[in-house]
């Protein structure tokens, strides 16, 4: 029996083109969303920890849209601070130190694939990418010691974004 199980199942996965996708991303053609284990160094996060960090934070798909990130960049302050009221996320916890961080990164915002004829297609140009190469930000912790990463460059808005452009894979 098992046999027949293990022969099916390759059948079955030989039939798949190369490159298929089974995830959240297949809808979109891209790749899907990135996660992250939780990290909870007693002090701050390194950089590639804040590019893993940042990069989960903000991968989502929202049931429309994903959005994700590539070409990550991110430099760690060697020195925290204290909370301030701008920095007011709902999971941080207020008495941990905040790291600044700053960086740069390209923000993809990609809709759903579409193929009803050859007029009628977005395949290969269903996303929206945003450079954004000032940002910056904070690595804060949440209420059960995890870091988070979070960072925007704050002169750039989506009415800047190149359009058509396929998604990263």
């Known amino acids: 029996m098992r046999t027949m199980k293990l022969i099916a199942f390759l059948v079955l996965t030989a039939s798949l083109p190369v490159g298929a996708q089974t995830g959240s991303g297949a809808k979109y053609g891209s790749r899907d969303p990135k996660i992250c284990s939780a990290v909870k160094s007693g002090g701050a996060p390194t950089a590639a920890q804040a590019i893993q960090l940042f990069t989960c934070a ?60 050859a007029s009628h297609t977005n395949v290969g140009k269903n996303c929206m990418a945003m450079q954004q190469p000032h940002a910056q930000g904070i690595c804060y912790k949440n209420g059960f010691g995890e870091w988070t990463c979070k960072m925007r460059d704050p002169a750039v808005h989506w009415d800047t974004a190149v359009a058509n452009l396929a998604p990263p894979r």
């Open 58 to 117: 903000t991968e989502v798909d929202t049931g429309d849209t994903i959005y994700l990130v590539e070409n990550v960049q991110v430099q760690v302050a060697s020195t925290p601070r204290n909370f301030q009221a701008g920095d007011a996320y709902n999971d941080m916890e207020q008495n941990s130190p905040i790291y600044p961080i700053r960086g740069s990164f390209v923000e993809y915002a990609c809709r759903k694939v579409f193929n009803l004829d």
